[in-house]
């Protein structure tokens, strides 16, 4: 494991979206991924914003990843090209659609789009925390384990969603019905979905 120095040491800054962007124009096929120095908001440093780093992946076939604490003024943010069949969020897919509305999207990121519309993906994109309802399947299993219906009902808004996600992310209906299983019975015996 990378210590937080050594990857703050060899981060990219990237001081706009065009700056970016040159970079993934050159890099996008050729690397595995890199971290990215990110001056937080009112810091006084420019830097690429959140909104303009989602842009300019999303044009190239990449995606965030892991996010850690940097400084006072950075933090660091892990990007990579996307992987097969991984995920797409609903956010995502709405940007993704307005890029290319706009003429901005790149060769490698429509040809990710293609893949997951292709295989299903693209449809199956799960919803923000906002805007992502109880599943039919979760409201039935929680109505018949009293006990895990109401350590779900004391769940926050963030370990609820967790619960949500980990079942609208599931690869196969199998996959879903084992995780649901899983929930539940964790839940059942007070302890949060992991």
């Given at each position: 494991?990378?210590?937080?120095?050594?990857?703050?040491?060899?981060?990219?800054?990237?001081?706009?979206?065009?700056?970016?962007?040159?970079?993934?124009?050159?890099?996008?096929a050729d690397s595995a991924g890199v971290w990215m120095r990110i001056a937080k908001r009112n810091s006084g440093v420019a830097s690429v914003t959140v909104d303009e780093y989602t842009d300019a992946l999303l044009?190239?076939?990449?995606?965030?990843?892991?996010?850690?604490?940097?400084?006072?003024?950075?933090?660091?943010?892990?990007?990579?090209?996307?992987?097969?069949?991984?995920?797409?969020?609903?956010?995502?897919?709405?940007?993704?659609?307005?890029?290319?509305?706009?003429?901005?999207?790149?060769?490698?990121?429509?040809?990710?789009?293609?893949?997951?519309?292709?295989?299903?993906?693209?449809?199956?994109?799960?919803?923000?925390?906002?805007?992502?309802?109880?599943?039919?399947?979760?409201?039935?299993?929680?109505?018949?384990?009293?006990?895990?219906?109401?350590?779900?009902?004391?769940?926050?808004?963030?370990?609820?969603?967790?619960?949500?996600?980990?079942?609208?992310?599931?690869?196969?209906?199998?996959?879903?019905?084992?995780?649901?299983?899983?929930?539940?019975?964790?839940?059942?015996?007070?302890?949060?979905?992991?």
């Amino acid at each position: 494991m990378t210590s937080t120095a050594g990857i703050r040491e060899n981060a990219e800054t990237f001081t706009s979206a065009a700056h970016l962007e040159d970079w993934l124009a050159e890099h996008h096929a050729d690397s595995a991924g890199v971290w990215m120095r990110i001056a937080k908001r009112n810091s006084g440093v420019a830097s690429v914003t959140v909104d303009e780093y989602t842009d300019a992946l999303l044009c190239y076939g990449w995606i965030t990843g892991q996010r850690k604490s940097c400084d006072e003024v950075y933090y660091l943010q892990r990007i990579t090209p996307r992987r097969p069949r991984s995920v797409w969020s609903l956010v995502n897919v709405e940007k993704a659609e307005a890029l290319i509305e706009e003429g901005r999207m790149r060769a490698p990121g429509l040809a990710e789009i293609e893949a997951a519309r292709a295989d299903g993906r693209w449809e199956a994109a799960y919803p923000s925390q906002s805007r992502a309802t109880m599943p039919a399947d979760l409201a039935e299993a929680l109505a018949a384990d009293e006990v895990a219906g109401r350590f779900y009902a004391g769940l926050g808004r963030s370990d609820r969603y967790l619960v949500l996600l980990r079942l609208m992310t599931a690869p196969s209906p199998e996959v879903r019905a084992a995780r649901l299983d899983r929930a539940v019975a964790a839940m059942a015996q007070g302890r949060k979905v992991a």
